[in-house]
Nanobody
């Protein structure tokens, strides 16, 4: 069982940047796709970004495309979410998640589904002030 721990959240002004990290222990991540999701107060958790197990493909929600970048460093067993040009509507708890299945190839947006991911971190709070 893999344990995921997010860090890097905090309070930032609109237009600012943050970089979230997700460190894994208990299992190497190099064979697994990874996702980032977020949940704002009173809303359902939603997909933010994902990266394939190889790192060769990345996927983004329309709301963050062009502002957020997902990346991975398999040597450090870590996945990152670089968030630029932050907006108040980006305020949420951000979660990283590891795919249930190694070497999965994503089709038809299945990376946006929570059911694809079997391991979740505890979340890190991101608050963007206007």
């Amino acid at each position: 069982q893999v344990q995921l721990v997010e860090s890097g959240g905090g309070l930032v002004q609109a237009g600012g940047s943050l970089r979230l990290s997700c460190v894994a222990s208990g299992r190497t991540l190099s064979s697994y796709g990874m996702g980032w999701f977020r949940q704002a107060p009173g809303k359902e958790r939603e997909f933010v970004a994902a990266i394939s197990w190889s790192g060769g493909s990345t996927y983004y929600a329309d709301s963050v495309k062009g502002r957020f970048t997902v990346s991975r460093d398999n040597a450090k067993n870590t996945v990152y979410l670089q968030m630029n040009s932050l907006k108040p509507e980006d305020t949420a708890v951000y979660y990283c998640a590891a795919d249930r299945t190694p070497y999965r190839t994503y089709y038809s947006g299945d990376y946006t589904s929570e059911s694809v991911f079997g391991s979740w971190g505890q979340g890190t709070q991101v608050t963007v002030s206007s």
